[in-house]
């Protein structure tokens, strides 16, 4: 066991990458100085189980031994995307009119990162909800898990339902509150 060093110094920086598979990633101070490690089972506290790079991050940060760790994210905003849609098929829809859509509670069917998509059923509705993997990086997720509660915001586009946000579903009932 490390010795702990400095408790609760808050951090804010970005991701600067972070593999689900692994189990681990770094983030990057916006003060600079050395990475700090961002554990899976931290950022499955936080209720996610992936985050895309450089996404913007807020962290209780404790010093130890080995380095920087990350113990607590405070709040993680996806990239800045600017005001582009995720995708091509978003492109004829009103921006604003998307974001304050509502946010339904949903379940990942399956996703598939090398495939590029995946699929999620909103609670109480058979019908599959597309999910591209732009839209989950323009979100600040890296990834979905078989069963994994998420949030959606869904519109009816030329090729069916499709997801233009995705939260964790903690995210979305901090969000609510």
């Keep these: 066991m490390t010795e702990q060093k400095n408790l609760g110094q808050l951090v804010r920086g970005?991701?600067?990458?972070?593999d689900p598979g692994k189990g681990f990633g770094f983030v990057v101070s916006d003060e600079g100085g050395p990475d700090i490690l961002l554990h899976a089972?931290?950022?499955?506290?936080?209720g996610q189980s992936s985050v895309a790079d450089a996404s913007a991050i807020a962290v209780m940060v404790q010093l130890t031994d080995?380095?920087?760790?990350?113990?607590?994210?405070v709040s993680i905003s996806p990239?800045?995307?600017?005001?582009?849609?995720?995708?091509?098929?978003?492109?004829?829809?009103n921006l604003d009119e998307l974001k304050s859509s509502p946010l339904h509670p949903a379940r990942v069917k399956w996703f598939d990162k090398g495939k590029g998509f995946g699929f999620a059923n909103i609670f109480g509705t058979e019908d599959?909800?597309?999910?591209?993997?732009?839209?989950l990086r323009h979100s600040g997720l890296a990834d979905l898990q078989p069963g994994e509660a998420i949030g959606l915001r869904v519109v009816d586009g030329a090729r069916g339902r499709m997801a233009t946000q995705v939260t964790s579903w903690e995210a979305a009932a901090r969000s609510d509150s």
């Design 14 to 18: 970005h991701v600067k990458w972070f």
């Design 41 to 46: 089972n931290v950022l499955r506290n936080f």
């Design 66 to 73: 080995r380095g920087a760790q990350a113990v607590e994210i």
């Design 79 to 93: 990239p800045d995307n600017g005001d582009e849609p995720a995708l091509e098929d978003l492109a004829g829809f």
């Design 128 to 135: 599959d909800v597309f999910v591209h993997v732009e839209v």
